[in-house]
T-cell receptor
Framework: SQTIHQWPATLVQPVGSPLSLECTVE??????LYWYRQAAGRGLQLLFY??????ISSEVPQNLSASRPQDRQFILSSKKLLLSDSGFYLC????????????FGNGTRLTVT | GNSVTQMEGPVTLSEEAFLTINCTYTATGYPSLFWYVQYPGEGLQLLLKATKADDKGSNKGFEATYRKETTSFHLEKGSVQVSDSAVYFCAPLNNDYKLSFGAGTTVTVRA
């Protein structure tokens, strides 16, 4: 089964600084990849998803962008962080086109100060 | 896309109590249904799933039955433990292979 690596686990960044969160997947090929954000005490919001290299769909307008330079690499970025970007960011992977479940990484806790 | 309504928390129980977390969804067709669990400080883990009507998913003592007629997928456990303290998410799978998550239900089990 697939393994999802996310780093860093925690991050504290000042407002206006850039951001780069990386997610890599092992044990599968050509997966669907997702970035979710979980604000404190709230549910999960889908930010981006990708069905292939260079293919990114954005779910909500925001201060963030995503890229998929390789099949099993998904990067979340920002040029200038806002306070409202604080949250728990989760990378997820879905393998195949059947009823396979979504597998999650352990997440990155981002605090913008 | 699909949407889901989950029972609001937080829910606080004593050990060995019976747990039910209600989940209803709206969808076109018959989506696969999932329950995920998030332990403190961690990502989400798949708890159980059901892919068609009347299927029962089960894992770690938890069960949920896919009820097409009521569009529900309620999570139950007969006797909870302190280690079951977590946030639980119900999620139908959309036709475009995106999961729609409920707001999550925080469950705290006291010894």
């Amino acid at each position: 089964s697939q393994t999802i690596h996310q780093w860093p686990a925690t991050l504290v960044q000042p407002v206006g600084s850039p951001l780069s969160l990386e997610c890599t997947v092992e044990g599968t090929s050509n997966p669907n990849l997702y970035w979710y954000r979980q604000a404190a005490g709230r549910g999960l919001q889908l930010l981006f998803y990708s069905v292939g290299i260079g293919q990114i769909s954005s779910e909500v307008p925001q201060n963030l962008s995503a890229s998929r330079p390789q099949d099993r690499q998904f990067i979340l970025s920002s040029k200038k962080l806002l306070l409202s970007d604080s949250g728990f960011y989760l990378c997820a992977c879905m393998n195949g086109w059947d009823n396979s479940p979504l597998h999650f990484g352990n997440g990155t806790r981002l605090t913008v100060t | 896309g699909n949407s889901v309504t989950q029972m609001e928390g937080p829910v606080t129980l004593s050990e060995e109590a019976f747990l039910t977390i209600n989940c209803t969804y709206t969808a076109t067709g018959y989506p696969s249904l999932f329950w995920y669990v998030q332990y403190p400080g961690e990502g989400l883990q798949l708890l159980l799933k059901a892919t068609k009507a009347d299927d029962k998913g089960s894992n770690k003592g938890f069960e949920a039955t896919y009820r097409k007629e009521t569009t529900s997928f309620h999570l139950e456990k007969g006797s909870v433990q302190v280690s079951d303290s977590a946030v639980y998410f119900c999620a139908p799978l959309n036709n475009d292979y995106k999961l729609s998550f409920g707001a999550g239900t925080t469950v705290t089990v006291r010894a």
